[in-house]
């Protein structure tokens, strides 16, 4: 089954409101956990990463901290613009593998 | 650095026919994994070479193949096309693909599209 789980999309947020779009994982050990974005017609881009469990990996005003007691990994924004509406991808190292989450598409209006 | 390139960027096929997709890595970068990804599975990891080398495998078909040259550049191939492999396939390179810590860079992909 799959090993990543995040929220749903889409998500639809006014410019400057607060983001959160959860992430949970099922794996052994200590993965690394990345956050990827995809903008339309592009390919991924990796967004932020936390190797080691209370990790925080940052970006662009993004933030996630990796909490291995409830193997969550929530991506968050104080304010987020337009330009970051995009699908968001949560994912994790498993077996040498990177398994991905389904995608959060976020839509930010003006 | 240039990035991660991929060609075709877009290809058109019936099927039956079978398709080879392209992937230049980044220069120095060993590692190339390839993943489909489609609105309904989501990305799915298909393969990963490493030193000319298959190295990981996803719950693909046979008829999912790739390859690797020397100087890492890397080959897909797809035979007997399914319309379900309409799909867009992304391939990723990292330095050295060191159990997943390494940090992938995507090319735009290839959409592929079967008739």
Known sequence: GNSVTQMEGPVTLSEEAFLTINCTYTATGYPSLFWYVQYPGEGLQLLLKATKADDKGSNKGFEATYRKETTSFHLEKGSVQVSDSAVYFCAVNRDDKIIFGKGTRLHILP | ?115
């Open chain 2, 1 to 115: 650095k240039a990035g991660v390139t991929q060609t075709p960027r877009y290809l058109i096929k019936t099927r039956g026919q079978q398709v080879t997709l392209s992937c230049s890595p980044i220069s120095g970068h060993r590692s190339v994994s390839w993943y489909q990804q489609t609105p309904g599975q989501g990305l799915q990891f298909l393969f990963e070479y490493f030193s000319e080398t298959q190295r990981n495998k996803g719950n693909f078909p046979g008829r999912f193949s790739g390859r690797q040259f020397s100087n890492s550049r890397s080959e897909m191939n797809v035979s007997t096309l399914e319309l379900g492999d309409s799909a867009l396939y992304l391939c990723a390179s990292s330095l050295r693909g060191d159990r997943g810590a390494d940090t992938q860079y995507f090319g735009p992909g290839t959409r592929l599209t079967v008739l």
